[in-house]
Nanobody, 123 residues
């Protein structure tokens, strides 16, 4: 049974930093997509950053140069380092994992999700 547990959200002022962590367990496939997604209030969930089965990372244009996604494979943990935060980054952030050997990881249709962690950036 796959489990994803996020941590690290909180409230910061614009320009600040946060690091999110996603502890992943229970998956057996190496052909996975993992990523961070966010859902602002009243809006749809969107991709923030992801890493595919080859270890290639991809970012939404809105976070390029500010956010970094990386994995600690030994601990099975996915991180999102968020710098230069802006009020428009305010959202519920979710960790997602898809173990169906997707050809394209850039989607919100993952099959496993964490419970989410709130990030609030004030101006």
């Amino acid at each position: 049974q796959v489990q994803l547990v996020e941590s690290g959200g909180g409230s910061v002022q614009a320009g600040g930093s946060l690091r999110l962590a996603c502890a992943a367990s229970g998956y057996t496939s190496s052909s996975i997509c993992m990523g961070w997604f966010r859902q602002p209030p009243g809006k749809q969930r969107e991709v923030v950053a992801l890493v595919d089965k080859h270890g290639i990372t991809t970012y939404a244009d809105s976070v390029k140069g500010r956010f970094t996604i990386f994995k600690d494979a030994a601990k099975g943990t996915l991180f999102l380092q968020m710098n230069s935060l802006r009020p428009e980054d305010t959202a519920m952030y979710f960790c997602g994992l898809d173990d169906r050997n997707r050809r394209n990881c850039w989607t919100t249709a993952y099959n496993y999700w964490g419970q989410g962690t709130q990030v609030t950036v004030s101006s």
